[in-house]
Every structure is written in structure tokens, then in C-alpha cells.
T-cell receptor
Framework: QKEVEQNSGPLSVPEGAIASLNCTYS??????FFWYRQYSGKSPELIMS????GDKEDGRFTAQLNKASQYVSLLIRDSQPSDSATYLC?????????????FGKGTSLLVTP | DTAVSQTPKYLVTQMGNDKSIKCEQN?????MYWYKQDSKKFLKIMFS???????INETVPNRFSPKSPDKAHLNLHINSLELGDSAVYFC??????????????FGPGTRLTVL
């Protein structure tokens, strides 16, 4: 069973702080990693994708990947109340699994004003 | 607008009925998916459909059947609905395969309630 693990939270951070979200995965052959944001009652929205070890920055978001440790994280700088949502970590499967994504159970983030 | 769309947004029905959910994508993607999100918000793959090849998650009951009339559409038909089928169903699409990173984009979801 290919597992994707996330701390369910809630993670509470004050406005303007850095929010750090973590994810571990069990399948060593995974190649693609994604972070989705899901507001209550809405669909998952892709916010970051990362494929190589190291950091990838996009605006206030930085994704970090360490394949040796099977670990991927998302940093949100200057957190805003509008960032309050559930963040889903997803890991790609190969063609044998129809390219489906394995999702973690999500981390709930609350940014307090 | 380029997007993944689903209809209906809400579906309330009685146990034992048969229902369908429709999905369309105009992103030109070659692979479409159905995911189920349960009451605990866990998102799990049900089916993926790529170039007429269907990959089924082995845990999905055979009461669920996807139908794809063309690359842009993947509908979900459910027979003999049960209480436990109540969930939010999301359609997604991507450009999958070796040359692609398989970024998946989701439709708005269909909230199914079985009474």
C-alpha cells in the first residue's frame, strides 16, 4: 500500500508568520509531488508541483523535496487569513496505476489575524 | 473558460436508484479521473481513463462504471445506490505519460447524498 502521510492539524499561525506543512511518502519510485489547497466546500486547487530535489519557489510559496528522506514540504511566507484551508499533499503513481495521485489526508491551516 | 466541469453539483436520491454524473474537460488532456472524497475529507482515486484504457481501483464496487464517449468526457454511472456512496465525487484531468509531469486539475465536485 502506497502511503502519503500528513499531520492533520489544525496548524494555527498568526498573520504574517511562516506556515510549514510537511508530508512523507512510502513509495521510493515516486517522481512527481504536488500540493493542493482545498477550501471548505470547494475542489482541490493545484498550488505547487515539484519533481527534483531541492526548493522551488512561487510567490509566497516554497516547496521542498528530499527524495532520499521521502519527504516533501510546503512553506507559506507572510501567511494571510485567506490562506486558511486544508492543504493536500499528493504523490504521482506510474502508468500501471493509471497515473492516479495518492493523496494524504490533508493538513488544516488556520491563519489568525 | 478552459476548465473541468461536472454536472450536477448536487445530487440527492433514494437508496437503490441508479444515477449518473457527467464530466467534461476542454484542456485538451489525454487522461481523466474520478476521485471520491468521503466524510473525513480523504480523497481517493476510483478510476483513471487514458487513451481508451481504463484503470480501476480494486476497492471500487462494480456498481460504479465509468463511460467515456470521447477524450473530453468521462461520465460516472452508479447502480443500486447505497447509503455509503454518499460523498463528494471529483472529476479531474491531466496530460499524463512519460513526457508529462501529470499536473491534475479538478472539477467543482458533485455532492451525492443517498437517503
Amino acid at each position: 500500500q502506497k502511503e502519503v502521510e500528513q499531520n492533520s492539524g489544525p496548524l494555527s499561525v498568526p498573520e504574517g508568520a511562516i506556515a510549514s506543512l510537511n508530508c512523507t511518502y512510502s513509495d521510493r519510485v515516486s517522481q512527481s509531488f504536488f500540493w493542493y489547497r482545498q477550501y471548505s466546500g470547494k475542489s482541490p486547487e493545484l498550488i505547487m508541483s515539484i519533481y527534483s530535489n531541492g526548493d522551488k519557489e512561487d510567490g509566497r510559496f516554497t516547496a521542498q523535496l528530499n527524495k532520499a528522506s521521502q519527504y516533501v514540504s510546503l512553506l507559506i511566507r507572510d501567511s494571510q487569513p485567506s490562506d486558511s484551508a486544508t492543504y493536500l499533499c499528493a504523490v504521482n503513481n506510474d502508468s500501471n496505476s493509471g497515473y492516479a495521485l495518492n493523496f494524504g489526508k490533508g493538513t488544516s491551516l488556520l491563519v489568525t489575524p | 473558460d478552459t476548465a473541468v466541469s461536472q454536472t450536477p453539483k448536487y445530487l440527492v436520491t433514494q437508496m437503490g436508484n441508479d444515477k449518473s454524473i457527467k464530466c467534461e474537460q476542454n484542456l485538451g488532456h489525454d487522461t481523466m479521473y474520478w476521485y471520491k472524497q468521503d466524510s473525513k475529507k480523504f480523497l481517493k482515486i476510483m478510476f483513471s481513463y487514458n487513451n481508451k484504457e481504463l484503470i480501476i481501483n480494486e476497492t471500487v464496487p462494480n456498481r460504479f462504471s465509468p463511460k467515456s464517449p470521447d477524450k473530453a468526457h468521462l461520465n460516472l454511472h452508479i447502480n443500486s445506490l447505497e447509503l455509503g456512496d454518499s460523498a463528494v465525487y471529483f472529476c479531474a484531468s491531466s496530460q499524463a505519460g512519460r513526457s508529462s509531469y501529470n499536473e491534475q486539475f479538478f472539477g467543482p465536485g458533485t455532492r451525492l447524498t443517498v437517503l
